[in-house]
């Protein structure tokens, strides 16, 4: 299986990247996620501006994508440990972009770190920290 193949099926093997309707690329090997605008992500009316949690879930869903990805086609999926969102200025009502990058993969635990940003990847919305359990053979 092709590692665009694997993507199509992570993305449509997990119910809530569904229900977020987060899509992704990969190109020359390096995974962007979209998270497309709907009204129905919108958590301030006012603003308008994407709730919250959906940003933080997109933006770990992001860091799952890029984990299983990498881990052998036969290996579980991670699981998250514990992630922190700074939530750096609102999330307007357009498409969000996100990438991860591994910081230290272990034998059990990596350290992921990923960036969501809207127009300008210079000017990211949110980050996240977080831990991920690796699958194990033996697991």
């Given at each position: 299986?092709t590692?665009?193949?694997?993507?199509?099926?992570?993305?449509?093997?997990?119910?809530?990247?569904?229900?977020?309707?987060?899509?992704?690329?990969?190109?020359?090997?390096?995974?962007?996620?979209?998270?497309?605008?709907?009204?129905?992500?919108?958590?301030?009316?006012?603003?308008?501006?994407?709730?919250?949690g959906?940003?933080?879930?997109?933006?770990?869903?992001?860091?799952?994508?890029?984990?299983?990805?990498?881990?052998?086609?036969?290996?579980?999926?991670?699981?998250?440990?514990?992630?922190?969102?700074?939530?750096?200025?609102?999330?307007r009502?357009?498409?969000?972009?996100?990438?991860?990058r591994?910081?230290?993969?272990?034998?059990?635990?990596?350290?992921?770190?990923?960036?969501?940003?809207?127009?300008?990847?210079?000017?990211p919305?949110?980050?996240?920290?977080?831990?991920?359990?690796?699958?194990?053979?033996?697991?």
């Amino acid at each position: 299986m092709t590692r665009h193949e694997r993507l199509a099926s992570l993305l449509e093997g997990v119910p809530y990247i569904r229900f977020l309707g987060m899509e992704a690329t990969l190109e020359d090997e390096r995974l962007t996620c979209i998270l497309p605008f709907r009204q129905a992500l919108v958590g301030n009316v006012m603003l308008p501006a994407l709730h919250g949690g959906v940003i933080g879930a997109f933006l770990e869903m992001t860091a799952l994508t890029e984990l299983a990805l990498r881990a052998p086609p036969t290996a579980r999926r991670p699981r998250t440990i514990d992630v922190t969102v700074d939530y750096l200025r609102p999330g307007r009502a357009h498409t969000t972009l996100a990438r991860a990058r591994v910081q230290k993969a272990g034998r059990r635990i990596a350290s992921v770190h990923v960036e969501a940003w809207q127009e300008d990847p210079e000017r990211p919305v949110a980050a996240l920290r977080g831990h991920f359990m690796l699958a194990h053979d033996e697991d």
